[in-house]
Structure formats: C-alpha cells, structure tokens
C-alpha cells in the first residue's frame, strides 16, 4: 500500500497560488518526501524532494511539518500546463527500494 | 537533467502476438530499474524492480513468464509482453535510478493496444 494520502481533486485558479497537501503520518526517518506530476498519457515528472526542511526550486516549493507527518507542494503561480496528477511518494533517498504509488491529486486549473 | 528514453511511445499488436518495449536512460548509469502499468483514470502499478545483471523481482499478481524483463546493461532494460491479449492492453511506463543518487526518473510511456 501507499505510505501517503491525498485529496482526490483540487480546483484553483489560473495565476494563484496551488496548494496541494499530503499526509504521511508513517513516514521513517530516513525517508524523504518526493513530489511528481504525470500530465495525460505521459511519464510521471519529478518536481521536488526533501527531507525536513523547506525547500524550493524553479517549479515549486515544499513545506514539510515539523513532525514530518504531513508536507505542502506550491505552485507559486499556476498556469494551465500546471493541470496535472500530482503525486506525493516517500521513500529513502539511496533509492532502489520501490515505489508504490497513490491515487494522487487531480488538479484542475481554471482559466 | 537526467534522461530515461521509452520506446516505442505506442504499438498496436495481434493478439498471441509479443511485443518489446525498451527503456534506456541516456546520461546516466540505471543500476535500477522499475516498470509500472497504467490503466485509464488509474494509478500507476508497480509490476516489477530489475537490477543491473540480475533478475527481476516481480510484484505479486505479475505473471513472470508473461512479462519478461531484462536489464543486461547499465543503460538498458526491456520488457517483453509475450502472448499479448486484449487485456494486456495499456500504458507502460520504466524508471530508472542510479542507487544512492535520487531522484527516480520517468520515461514517457508506450501505450500498448493488443487487437
């Protein structure tokens, strides 16, 4: 089974903020948090990972609790290319353990 | 940034037919490699790991001799659907990885229809 939950589906608005939540309430202290996106019909596309502090990059930033159990990706700005699944997956950053994916995010930016 | 080329992207197949599809990562060494399936609206599934010069370890439910996967190489690895029917038809997707060096990386899918 999947270590993390997700809302369904989110809605926001072309040039807002996106603010997509994941739980992870099980999660080790080796493992990270690790974000992808999969737009329709192709391969899932990595966005960002962290451990236990923040972080940013040029697609988004993520904000993990504290305690670690929950995290945040933001999409400063969407955009339409945005609409996406988004995937929050946990696992220890020297790989090779696999992953079992969730069902996601579904979300739908709104022009 | 880190490549993982899938090819072909679709391939329409008789059924009884085989079908190969190969998954390379172009700028770095895979020393593991993961083959998921997607059905419509689904998740992705994890169907089996495969490490360089070893044999694959397939997921539960995953018929070994159906699916044949191999990762001769440290850029290469196939999976072979042999005897396709209709209900193997759908979205393929490998990631590969260099252990100890994250992140996994995605390639973009070969969508499988079997007629």
């Known amino acids: 089974d999947a270590k993390t939950t997700q809302p369904p589906s989110m809605d926001c608005a072309e040039g807002r903020a996106a603010n997509l939540p994941c739980n992870h309430s099980t999660i080790s202290g080796n493992e990270y948090v690790y974000w992808y996106r999969q737009i329709h019909s192709q391969g899932p596309q990595y966005i960002i990972h962290g451990l236990k502090n923040n972080e940013t990059n040029e697609m988004a930033s993520l904000i993990i609790t504290e305690d670690r159990k929950s995290s945040t990706l933001i999409l400063p700005h969407a955009t339409l290319r945005d609409t996406a699944v988004y995937y929050c997956?946990?696992?220890?950053?020297?790989?090779?353990?696999?992953?079992?994916f969730g069902k996601g995010t579904r979300l739908h930016i709104l022009p | 940034g880190a490549v993982v080329s899938q090819h072909p992207s679709w391939v329409i197949c008789k059924s009884g037919t085989s079908v190969k599809i190969e998954c390379r990562s172009l700028?770095?060494?895979?020393?593991?490699m993961f083959w998921y399936r997607q059905f419509p609206k689904q998740s992705l599934m994890l169907m089996a790991t495969?490490?360089?010069?070893?044999?694959?370890?397939?997921e539960q439910g995953v018929e070994k001799d159906k699916f044949l996967i191999n990762h001769a190489s440290l850029t290469l690895s196939t999976l072979t659907v042999t005897s396709a029917h209709p209900e193997d038809s759908s979205f393929y997707i490998c990631?590969?990885?260099?252990?100890?060096?994250?992140?996994?990386?995605f390639g973009n899918g070969t969508r499988l229809t079997v007629t």
């Open positions: 997956i946990v696992r220890v950053a020297s790989g090779g353990d696999k992953i079992i």
């Open positions: 495969s490490n360089e010069g070893s044999k694959a370890t397939y």
């Open positions: 700028d770095f060494q895979a020393t593991t």
């Open positions: 990631s590969a990885e260099t252990r100890g060096r994250s992140p996994l990386h």
